[in-house]
């Protein structure tokens, strides 16, 4: 069972235009989402995140939306520029509170490519 | 570099051997976390550990596999008569005190097993 679901396995972008990354999650006990973004042969790096009490959170050229009735959020990412090409991961925890763990529960990934 | 690291970053062993990796996390993180990935899947949640105590483990941790953080600083994953179905990219993260949900990945060990 599928907790969190990005349903789009790669988009491509004109660059200069929006990028629109979609996320999609089941459990309603998440309380924290984030964006990962992944290079081939990397680790993910931490790019944004959002807190179940806000609807919005924006940095630069990165806006999360999250939609809690809809357990749906976005990353939009304007203007897209050909270095955002890369695999983004959506990302949820909620804290385990017997261990105080927040441990991460990922999307299979969106794969972006932005065309110069 | 003050980021997470991670040795070795790539590990080609046969069935049945055993293997160890390294993560060193960033210096005043508390909080160490091991996932693995899979070809095309997101990272999957291994094991958790605050200072020196593991406090979770994840289903997927089998007998086989066993983690240590000896004293709250670095951490080691050892897997046991490795399996084809080990081969895998395995990930360290590591994040700070409590109340802190964004965790810094290391480049990840790049396991194949034949």
């Known amino acids: 069972d599928q907790q969190v679901k990005q349903n789009s396995p790669s988009l491509s972008v004109q660059e200069g235009r929006i990028s629109i990354l979609n996320c999609d999650y089941t459990?309603?006990?998440?309380?924290?989402f984030l964006w990962y973004k992944k290079y081939p042969a990397e680790g993910p790096t931490f790019l944004i995140s959002?807190?179940?009490?806000?609807d919005k959170n924006e940095d630069g050229r990165f806006t999360v939306f999250l939609n809690k009735s809809a357990k749906h959020l976005s990353l939009h990412i304007v203007p897209s520029q050909p270095g955002d090409s890369a695999v983004y991961f959506c990302?949820?925890?909620?804290?385990?509170?017997?261990?105080?763990?927040?441990?991460?529960?990922f999307g299979k990934g969106t794969k972006l490519s932005v065309i110069p | 570099d003050t980021g997470v690291s991670q040795d070795p970053r790539h590990k080609i062993t046969k069935r049945g051997q055993n293997v160890t990796f390294r993560c060193d996390p960033i210096?005043?993180?508390?909080?160490l976390y091991w996932y693995r990935q899979t070809l095309g899947q997101g990272p999957e949640f291994l094991t958790y550990?605050?200072?020196?105590?593991?406090?979770?483990k994840s289903r997927l941790l089998s007998d086989r596999f066993s983690a240590e953080r000896p004293k709250g600083s670095f951490s080691t994953l050892e897997i046991q008569r490795t399996e084809q179905g080990d081969s895998a990219m395995y990930l360290c993260?590591?994040?700070?005190?409590?109340?802190?949900?964004?965790?810094?990945f290391g480049p990840g060990t790049r396991l194949t097993v034949t």
């Open positions: 993260a590591s994040s700070l005190v409590q109340g802190s949900h964004e965790q810094y």
């Open positions: 459990n309603s006990m998440f309380d924290y």
């Open positions: 959002i807190s179940s009490i806000k």
């Open positions: 990302a949820a925890s909620a804290v385990n509170s017997g261990a105080g763990s927040y441990q991460l529960t």
């Open positions: 210096s005043e993180h508390n909080r």
């Open positions: 550990f605050q200072n020196e105590a593991q406090l979770e």
